[in-house]
Every structure is written in structure tokens, then in C-alpha cells.
């Protein structure tokens, strides 16, 4: 697919990587499936950088528009799910 992802300038090139990271996380849910752990990783350090919900909001909407694939859903999906088991969103 072809998009941008939604990113901060103020973010630093380490926090760019790692949004970036959380993104594809996102999107291999949806394409292949994703170990409930290895997403979490990655959603963790994803808060780091964006800890507030309103601002978490905006550009996981933003992502949504862009891509079709819903990083809401995915991270409550996860979040519902057992230790060790893969995702695999449709």
C-alpha cells in the first residue's frame, strides 16, 4: 500500500523508528498475524512516545483513514486475548 504514516515532527528520529515500528505492527496483524507479546512491545514503547489518549486518538484515527486498518481494534483485540496467542485481524 501506499500512505505516509501519521508522525510527529517533534518526535525524535528514535521515536519516529519506533512509531513506524508500532504502525507495521498494526498492519501485520491485519496482513499475516502477530504474537500477542510482540505486539505489546511494541504498543508499550508506541505510549512512550504518545502517552496521551487524545493525541493517541488522533493518530491512530488518522492511521485508520490512511491504511483501512484499525489500530484501536487491533490493540483492544490484543488486549482481550491470552498470553502466546496470535492475532489475526479481518
Do not use: H
Amino acid at each position: 500500500m501506499e500512505y505516509q504514516y501519521p508522525l510527529d515532527q517533534d518526535w525524535s528520529t528514535d521515536e519516529i523508528i519506533d512509531a513506524i515500528d508500532f504502525f507495521q505492527t498494526v498492519e501485520k496483524a491485519y496482513e499475516k498475524g502477530i504474537e500477542r507479546e510482540q505486539f505489546m512491545v511494541s504498543y508499550r514503547r508506541f505510549k512512550e512516545i504518545v502517552p496521551g489518549k487524545s493525541q493517541e486518538r488522533n493518530i491512530c484515527k488518522e492511521f485508520e483513514e490512511l491504511s483501512g486498518y484499525s489500530p484501536y481494534k487491533t490493540i483492544k483485540t490484543v488486549k482481550d486475548a491470552e498470553p502466546g496467542q496470535l492475532i489475526k485481524m479481518k
